[in-house]
């Protein structure tokens, strides 16, 4: 008997120490004098995600609004930004807030620590009979794990990062200017893969969101595995994606002789939180009047000439990843 309730408080002390741990994992500090939560099941989405005709996003950007067509896509939005919103919207409505804060729990002084008075972004979103949310977002947490979020002057909730990175990455590919190669800005992308002649060459950011290339020149900081960037390899790295960044594109119906059946090189974009590509190019061969080379974009399934030269970039940065190897590289 003494032992079986040995037992029992062995695992009720492990218990109690897992929670410890979680909790200093989503705030990044110890909860001295924390406000009481509770945990609230399915998402914090008000209104019913089929029934949202219009999104409204202010701050931190230029304003943009997206109405629904009544066919059910967002105007203003390529298919392949139409996708991010629906992702976005469908991750209000059913992902649970990690933590529960009541508008008694917290002082206005706490609000604008955490980034919500006024907020770094937020949403309006208004349901086809008229109801809307605004929903505003804040600062992230130590952790960077889970971001601040509030409903109207309502509770406070801490929901997990990726939230707010697919709203912010569905409005930069709303709101990217039209005849760019590039579905979506650098400044959202996190990684990086090119695929030439069969090999794999992968670019990341650190967390100080320098680039690297990830085989060669970065090293581990002691006592774990994190990543720090060459600063002047960093550097090289961020102006040929730079100027990637910046590069036109011609959209041109598909032909069987773009060389594209089997193409030379496929590049493929990841943002921080994406478990998938967010963008996948394909580059082909020679235009025939030389305008440039074919490139097809698979998320849109269009196909286009860019510039002479495209492909210097995409060679500059093959060959960074070669002389900055110091083992074979993967």
């Not at 804040?138 to 939230?163: C, F, H, K, M, W």
Request: aromatic share 6%.
């Amino acid at each position: 008997m003494r032992l079986s309730l040995a037992n029992l408080f062995a695992v009720a002390a492990a218990c109690l120490m897992g929670a410890l741990i979680a909790a200093i994992a989503v705030t990044g500090r110890w909860p001295v004098d924390a406000p009481r939560t509770h945990l609230e099941a399915g998402g914090i989405l008000p209104l019913e995600t089929e029934e949202v005709v219009r999104i409204e996003i202010e701050g931190g950007g230029q304003p943009l609004r997206l109405d629904r067509a009544p066919g059910g896509n967002w105007q203003l939005a390529g298919a392949a930004a139409a996708d991010h919103f629906a992702a976005a919207l469908r991750l209000l409505a059913v992902t649970p807030p990690r933590r529960v804060l009541a508008a008694g729990e917290y002082s206005k002084t706490q609000l604008a620590a955490f980034g919500l008075d006024p907020p770094r972004f937020w949403l309006a979103l208004t349901a086809a009979g008229g109801t809307q949310a605004e929903i505003g977002f804040g600062e992230l947490t130590p952790a960077e794990n889970a971001q601040y979020v509030r409903i109207g002057r309502r509770q406070l909730y801490l929901l997990p990062s990726d939230v707010g990175a697919e709203w912010q990455l569905a409005r930069d590919m709303a709101a990217r200017p039209p005849g760019l190669l590039l579905p979506v800005s650098i400044s959202q992308v996190w990684a990086i893969e090119i695929v030439e002649g069969g090999v794999l060459r992968r670019f990341e950011r650190d967390g100080a969101g320098l680039w690297f290339h990830h085989s060669g020149q970065h090293v581990h900081a002691p006592g774990g595995l994190v990543h720090h960037a060459d600063p002047k390899v960093a550097a090289l790295i961020a102006a040929e994606l730079e100027r990637l960044d910046r590069m036109p594109f011609a959209a041109a119906a598909a032909l069987a002789a773009a060389g594209l059946v089997h193409p030379a090189t496929i590049l493929l974009l990841y943002s921080r939180y994406s478990a998938g590509p967010v963008a996948r190019l394909e580059f082909g061969g020679a235009a025939a009047d030389g305008a440039g080379s074919w490139v097809h974009f698979r998320q849109r399934d269009s196909m286009g000439t860019v510039s002479p030269g495209s492909e210097q970039p995409l060679a500059a940065l093959v060959r960074i990843a070669a002389t900055s190897c110091s083992a074979p590289c993967f």
